[in-house]
């Protein structure tokens, strides 16, 4: 599967974003999803990740201000960020997500581009 992720951009502290995350074909309700996201020097970590079941996980830094959701018909994964903090800062991408007992959900590896947002003043 072919993954774009898009919406970044400049914003400042406090404001919002929406990021989506366009796959091609026509399977992607059999997907598990999950938004990555990788700042300047530092290690690529998880953000959110949703279920082909609907099911919604999030990282601490940013529960409560993000919501990520997704939309069979349009193949389509979104991340509303709310709330934004200059720590937000850093490239974010999107990927379809393995399960396996021992590892829980982790990326396939298929990433695609990734949008850069930045939150500063």
């Known amino acids: 599967v072919q993954l774009q992720a898009s919406g970044g951009g400049l914003v400042q502290p406090g404001g919002s974003l929406r990021l989506s995350c366009a796959t091609s074909?026509?399977?992607?309700?059999?997907?598990?999803m999950g938004w990555y996201r990788q700042a300047p020097g530092k290690q690529r970590e998880l953000v959110a990740h949703?279920?082909?079941?609907?099911?919604?996980t999030y990282s601490d830094s940013v529960k409560g201000r993000f919501t990520i959701s997704r939309d069979n018909a349009k193949n389509t994964m979104y991340l509303q960020m709310n709330s934004l903090k200059p720590d937000d800062t850093a490239v974010y991408y999107c990927d379809t997500l393995l399960y396996s007992r021992g590892r829980g959900y982790y990326p396939s590896g298929s990433w695609g581009q990734g949008t850069l947002v930045t939150v500063s003043s």
């Open positions: 949703i279920t082909t079941g609907g099911g919604t």
């Open positions: 074909g026509n399977i992607f309700s059999l997907y598990h």
